[in-house]
């Protein structure tokens, strides 16, 4: 198991420019090569590069697990078509709230969501990531999907959440979740790593005990 930092044209927010599953991953277009090896080489994953909505910040604007990815209103066909031929379910979220990448916090095991999506957009939710989702606020952000990361070994949380909210994680996600940061004490972990039950990409300015936390957490010893 292998974790690597990382920088995507100067920018240590990783996980802003990628989505990473199990089994695959998307990448903004305009991640550099060097960054694509390490992480195919880190996730052990299959990578197909897409926009999505036109955008480069991929990890930020669709939720992907396993099972499917959720992408937002704007997407257009070519980008949901890109990754549907990765052999996953995908459908666009009801909601008016683009950055579903932030609005979802999911491993294979359950999803964590804003706690303003309506029922409908929960019902989507479960049927494209084939698991049970549950609204949340962690640390008091409601882009749940930036303020933590899961696999199916552990997750790593915003270091404002509660203890309820902590075992909430748990519970639904079916890990272990303890609290931490990325680049040298960011809370948006959503943003600056990027994870699977095989490696991780972090953001270059992460430090030594962050990565130690991110280890220890996700289980990638």
Known sequence: MTVVKASIRGDPNVGAWI????????????????????????????????TVAGSQLVGALLAVNSHGALFPRHADDREIQAVAELGVEVDVLPSKMNAVGNLVLANDRGALVHPDLNDHALEVVESVL????????????????????????????????????????????KVEAEVGT??????????????????????????GPELARIEDALHLI
Do not use: M, W
């Open 19 to 50: 989505a990473a599953s199990e089994e695959f991953a998307v990448v903004a277009p305009r991640v550099p090569d060097d960054v694509v090896r390490d992480l195919e080489e880190a996730l052990d994953v299959e990578v197909v590069k897409t």
């Open 130 to 173: 084939g698991c049970r989702a549950e609204r949340a606020e962690i640390g008091g952000v409601k882009t749940v999907g930036s303020a933590g990361v899961a696999n199916s070994k552990g997750a790593l949380i915003h270091p404002g959440a509660t203890e309820e909210e902590l075992d909430l994680v748990s519970k639904v996600l």
């Open 182 to 207: 990325v680049n040298k004490g960011s809370p948006y972990i959503g943003a600056g790593l990027v994870v699977n039950s095989k490696g991780a990409l972090v953001g270059e300015e992460t430090t």
